[in-house]
């Protein structure tokens, strides 16, 4: 009976906290369709689609890994609401300024560099409060279920988005995600949840974490060859699924609707992708799962790069088929190295890990935009799968990658001692299945 009262309690606890996260990442994507659509009509210019992609990675990649370090000092569930209070205000920000009718270009850019920012911190408190609230053999299916939740936003979200723009100034438009990010915090400040014990400590300590975090990460080779291939990956597809709304105006000459309706289309893959894995949970090595994805989602990228301009119809069907795998390959990613990196060392790790991934993508998007400009925005496309696809396959080839979640092959316990005290490593249980 308790064991039942104990399952009944963090699935309770979880999804109380998912549904305002869900309502959150509905607002962030309402607003981020309408800047990016605004954006293209108001310019028709490849390079700024890639700028404005690029300042809302490039905070990421500078500040996650410093706030990670402080994820793993704070209290997780303060971080969220701080994070989402403070992107709410930034949308505010741009809320006035449309009003007021003085908006500029560079003030997008602006306000998405500062959402970005605080979605450095956001990010790994989320992700490392998950394995706080979740118990271990069922990570796989909430990654699932995570990556359900995008698609569905990004099925959703689009279509909304452009029914809003057509009938809406922009500035209610944008008020919709202050409104999402309300109930979101309100979620949070009713709900609590388990967090790792506090790590004390001068303030210079921020430093050493970052810089332990990386020794940590030094004697994880598979994670490291993981990582190495995936800034490749986003080096190559950013700048080609940054441009979309370009394709879709100036290859199949749609408009907004039908710019949603791919975006859609996608998220419909994401959502089938996401309640796959949820049910299916995955190879019993997930690095199998995410290798197989990480190929067939290749695959799927190039053949965009052959589609005629009155095939739209196969675009979609090729963008449902690449929504599909992705959610497959990041749910798989996330639930194993949420099972593998000890609890209190998460925010530091996962945060990095996301830096680092990500920190080739603004080398694509500074290359990729201008060249799209002169050469069109498809053969970025076949520049972006064929490798991905090759990668995929490469990796099956490395024991060091295949093996990544095997515990001799992870940082051993000495190397975790040296990082700090066992119950900062340890952090508290998990919660039980």
Known sequence: MNMV????????????????????????????????????????????????????????????????????RWKRRHVMIAADGLIALCTLALVALFMLGVVEIWHIFLILFARASFSAFHWP??????????????????????????????????????????FLPMSQVLAVD???????ILTLVLIKFPEPAARGGPKQRITVDVKETFHYLKHWRGALLLVGMFMLINLLISPAFSLLPLLVLEHFHGRAIDYATIEAVAGIGMLLGGILLSLWGGTKRRIVTVMASTVLAGIGITLIAFVPSNGFLIALGLM???????????GSVMAMMQACVPSGLQGRVFALLGALAMAASPIGLAIGGPLADSIGIQPLFLVAGVPTAVMGIIGFLLPSLMRVEEPDSRPRKEVLMGLSTITDVLGPNRPQS
Not at 139 to 161: C, D, E
Not at 178 to 184: E, H, L, P, R
Request: charged residues 5%; aromatic residues 8%; neutral net charge.
């Open 320 to 330: 449902l088929f690449v929504g599909l795998m992705l959610p497959i390959l990041n």
């Open 125 to 166: 408190a989320s992700q490392a409060a998950t394995t706080m609230l979740v118990p271990e053999k069922h990570l796989t299916r909430v990654a699932g279920l995570n990556q359900s939740l995008l698609g569905l936003a990004s099925i959703l979200a689009p279509p909304l988005g452009a029914v809003l723009i057509a």
């Open 5 to 72: 009262k104990e399952n009944e309690s963090w699935i309770k606890r979880f999804m109380v906290i998912w549904t305002g996260q869900a309502f959150s990442l509905m607002g962030s994507q309402l607003v981020q369709f309408a800047l990016i659509w605004y954006l293209t009509i108001q310019t028709g210019s490849a390079t700024v689609l890639a700028i404005a992609t690029m300042v809302g990675i490039l905070p990421q990649i500078v500040l996650q890994p410093l706030a990670g370090a402080y994820v793993d």
């Open 178 to 184: 202050v409104i999402t990010a309300g109930v979101a």
